[in-house]
């Protein structure tokens, strides 16, 4: 919509990935220019941060509006600060608040070199006629080869768009008039490459109307995690208050299923307002209870013992010495120095976790367990444990059923964990890690926690809106097994919509390479909400699973498992918890010993 002009500045992305504006060559395939490289910030030509002291310095929109930069730094969001988001390393403009800081997107060509599984842009949209329903436009990734192929990407806006995937969320927008109470987002949208090909450079999408302008601030290439496999993960389901914990221990208790020489934790920051600092942590194998089997090993992040993760990020700990068996508990600790009051958390752990008394401080590198007088059946912050080598992960992507909601608490029971052990004992394909991707009252098509805020209600966003971080971004995914579509049932999908955001997952999961296992639904009449007509709905989802037309590689068909034979609408009585909608311990290890392990090979 607006003529773009390119700033005079330098810089690279994270990692020394170097963005770089491309000048037109006849050589070039028709509409896919080639250029000589100039940094991505020669290419800024929009203002997108004002201090709040000055609000008329930007425009963002066309309108006269812009960012709080005191809002960005109130969530961690500095310039130049590295902001990993789904396993990407992006930079934050380091002009962000005093020059140019994004570029609107008009088919600009950036060389950006190297190979990568996806491409990650932080982008918006805006429109000088208040909020609007987005921008989208299809670019253009050229390979090393001389090759090139086509993306579409899409960038709500900046004040309308959804909370369940931004990237961070600020309370403010800047106008020339003032300060506006409105809520401003900025989203990191993730597009796939194909994998083991060098990228040369990517066009950015065309102008795409008169109505949006589409911006990109950041973009960096996701690179593969070579070398690691996903042992264990959990997804995070909201955004509770707790505490308020200060300068307290967590120390988290969780299960194994791949083992190896060496380890990493992953901490997530996801739906936050504001940074957590954290000052240490460590990683031991459990004796009982919060109590270790020798000193527990202290972990860094970037050669430091703590890290702070900003507002809606994530971070890596450097790798550690540390051989993890498989199929065996670990305990994670982590040292929270400043009053927390809030958390984003996994909150059907089904396992008993460990938190020091308030004011008791750094206690990550005990062994005993005295200073644990707490405890959690929750997992806050902590996301991921991976480790060195292996085969790659199968990530199990359900609601409660595959949470292990009923089954023997500490016991890992869960149908994933059963898997694991089956994978462990075999030898007849890879010995996966199983990555349990489960929310307990998790939907597909719709949301439950909203994405912002604190809440009471940890159903977590819809799986279309968690797949990024919760599948795609995981450590060595190779297969994933989609189990779920019962809540969206219960709570009143109909079968065609429910059938339209399974197909759209799968097709998404396909598309970056994954394998896609579906499983059928499992019976629940009995229970409340499981009426006569959501099983007839179930009936035809499940029919759709079992013949999908090619939406899935292979099926499980759980139903069949599970289903009383007598009384198909109904679990059998020995695999029934009680209530009718979940598996007990004998169900959920019914499930996993059903699953032929060769469809599972990706």
Sequence with gaps: MRVARPWAAAGTIAGGVTLALLAPSPAAPAGVPAHKPLPLERLFDNRAVSDDTRPGDADFDGAGASLSAQDLGAAGWTPGRDIALDAARLTWPRSAGARPDNVIADGRAVRLRGRGEALTFLVASSSPNGPGTGASGVGAVRYRDGS??????????????????????????????????ETARLYAVTVPLERGREVASVVLPRDPGPAADLHVFAAALRRPADGWTGSWAASTAGYTKVGPWTDQTLRLVVHTSAGGPGARIRLENTFAASPVRIGRATVALQASGASAQGAPVPLTFGGRPGTAIPAGAQAFSDPVDFPVPADANLLVSIHLPDPVEAVPVHSQATQRSYLSAAGSGDRTGEAGAESFTGTLTTWPFLTGIDVRGGPGSVVALGDSITDGTKSTNDANRRWPDVLSRRLLGQSEVPAYGVLNAGISANRVVADRYPGEGVSTDTGGVSTRHRLERDVLAQTGARTVVVFQGINDLRWGSSAEELIAGLRSVAARMRERGLRVVGATIAPCEGE???????????????AFIRDSGGAFDAVLDFDAVVRDPEHPARILPAYDSGDHLHPGDAGLRALADSIDLRKLLG
């Design 148 to 181: 090139s192929r086509p993306y579409t990407l899409s960038a709500p806006d900046w004040r309308a768009g959804p909370a369940a995937t931004k990237a961070v969320g600020l309370p403010h927008l800047n106008t020339a008039a003032g300060q506006r109470q």
């Design 528 to 542: 409340s909400l499981c009426t006569a007509d959501a099983d007839v709905r179930r009936s035809a989802v499940n």
